[in-house]
């Protein structure tokens, strides 16, 4: 334990998402007493039904120099599965920018050293969670990524080879138009070229979420539900949040409320801006089971098995995590997946969703104190908090109770 480090007794952790649970779950692991409070519920975020991959070859920061020239074919289509949700909040303008900077190969490379250094840990913290007694239905599975033509693989295939050279190691093994139908039927015959990315893994994340509130809660932590938060503030030796509806005190507090955090965090010196990354999924029945995940790079589309049905999930659209989600995108998906795919009965869809992916301006998540004593921050990880929800938890709780902060965190300090 560092110095005159006190660790908490209480902790609050607001937002109750799989960033947010996994933060108690390992608090409780230390030994704290920890009370959860959302404004919602558990899921009610970005969490709930996203392509559920746990694919640490993949996560990746978001900004890079592609993401440039997306951003202008982004305005001129709306269709793109890149867009903006038209708005006047001024945020959008400040993260864009803040965004738009951190878009450079040398950026990228310092992002990815972050990720890499998480990635690493990922696994070992998923099977610490089973261990541990979460009812984790994890399942083994390469992500197979398709190309309609060779060529559009050259900047997939240069990102993983950026990946290896940041040390992290990637098994990836080519296919042929044959072998990638002999692995997954349903792939369309206009596919030439797959990539399987090696030892990856999915779960479904609604069954997570619902796994990981179990767990909390039968370890004696009660999760408020309902119950927004609006300020949270430092008094003396202990931290108070406040929402029209209660008053919550303990000794620290986690902020893991997803897209939302920024409206937390403005007023303890976190300047990277987070921001909405909003993403739509839906289910159609597969009467034959899809074999393994597959990926669309140039649809941006992943598609993850779930039970007798097949989850979509993509887009990325800028905008604010509340502003009603736009119906259309749905059939924009359909349209990008429709000839990639045999097989599939698409007036089946059901389970439609939006949710918001936290993106932090940097593409790096913010993890770590804040400028106020005992206030802290677990945010930011964009596309990839599922894979990066344990670790995440498991290495704050560590830096919470011993006052250290462990190095995998130090590039995420939320004040950078
Ligand atoms: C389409 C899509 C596909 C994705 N696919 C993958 C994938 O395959 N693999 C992967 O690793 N990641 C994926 N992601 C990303 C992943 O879903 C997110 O990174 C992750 O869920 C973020 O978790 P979180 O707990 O930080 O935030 P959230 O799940 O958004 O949770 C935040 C919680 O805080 C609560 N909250 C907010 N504000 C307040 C407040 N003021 N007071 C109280 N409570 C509050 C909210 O109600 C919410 O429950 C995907 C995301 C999308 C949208």
Known sequence: MAGDHRAPSRVLVIGSGIVGMSCAW????????????DR???????????AGLVAPALSVPLPEPSILRYGVRAVLSPRSPVALVRSADPRLAQFLAAMV?????????????????????????FAHQRAGGVDLELH??????????????????????????????VELTLLTADEVRSVEPHVADVVELGVKVRSQRYLTPSRYVAALAKSVRDRGTKIVEN??????????????????SAELE????????????????????????????????????????????LYFPVARVAVTPQGGRARFAGIMEFGAPDATPQRARFGHMVDASRHLLVDIDWSTMADQWMGPRPLS??????????????????????????TLGPVTGSLLAEQITSGVTPPQLLPLDPLR
């Not at 301006?361 to 599922?386: F, S």
Request: aromatic residues 6%.
């Open 250 to 293: 303990a000794d620290a507090a986690v902020v893991a409320a997803g897209a939302w955090a920024g409206d937390l965090l403005a007023t303890h010196g976190v300047r990277v801006p987070v921001y909405g990354g909003r993403g739509y999924s839906f289910t159609v029945a597969s009467p034959r089971p899809f074999v393994g995940p």
């Open 361 to 386: 301006a940097d593409g790096v998540p913010l993890v770590g104190a804040t400028a106020t004593p005992g206030i802290y921050v677990a945010g930011g990880h964009g596309m990839w908090g599922v």
């Open 140 to 169: 083994e599975g390469d992500v197979m990524a398709c190309f309609a033509r060779a060529h559009e693989s050259a900047g997939f295939l240069q990102e993983m080879a950026a990946v290896v050279a940041a040390g992290q190691p």
């Open 26 to 37: 390992s608090l409780q692991e230390h030994g704290v007493e920890v009370c959860v409070v």
């Open 40 to 50: 919602k519920h558990p899921g009610a975020g970005a969490s709930w039904q996203n």
């Open 101 to 125: 900077r951190s878009c450079t190969t040398s950026a990228w490379r310092r992002s990815m050293g972050a990720h890499r250094a998480l990635n690493m840990l990922a696994d070992e913290a």
């Open 227 to 244: 119950t927004p938060i609006t300020s949270v503030e430092r008094h003396g030796e202990v931290v108070v949040a406040r929402g029209p």
